[in-house]
């Protein structure tokens, strides 16, 4: 016979994802190499341009002469850089924590970058706890 007062484990929030009111949605992104370890919510920006390469970089990152780079992407589970480039799954739509998510040196994401977000479905809401 089952027992249902047994308790079988708990559920720990990371405080990322802020409501389900925008879908989830993920794809398979390019992550540019040497960045080290990323975690799960690091704010990710496309690098273009002339000297973009596409690929996906930590929010705080100072762009190279004639690149530019958009906020894009959250990283949904934590992931080695290493030395190359390599692919990983990423949110490219949803609604998130501003306070839950991850940047370089913890530099804040700006309006500006918050606007660009939305423009790509990404939401940003402060939670109260």
Do not use: C, W
Not at 112 to 126: A, H, L, N, S
């Amino acid at each position: 016979m089952p027992r249902y007062d047994e308790n079988l484990g708990s559920m720990q929030y990371d405080n990322l994802v802020n409501s389900s009111d925008v879908t989830l949605i993920t794809a398979m992104r390019n992550l540019r190499g040497g960045q080290g370890i990323l975690k799960r919510g690091t704010a990710l920006a496309l690098s273009s341009g002339s000297a973009g390469d596409k690929s996906l970089v930590i929010i705080g990152t100072a762009a190279a002469a004639d690149e530019t780079l958009t906020p894009n992407a959250i990283l949904t589970d934590e992931v080695d850089t290493g030395s190359a480039s390599v692919k990983s799954e990423v949110y490219i739509t949803g609604h998130f924590n501003t306070n839950g998510v991850i940047t370089k040196g913890d530099v804040e994401i700006t309006a500006d970058q918050i606007e660009d977000f939305r423009k790509v479905g990404i939401f940003f809401d402060t939670m109260m706890k």
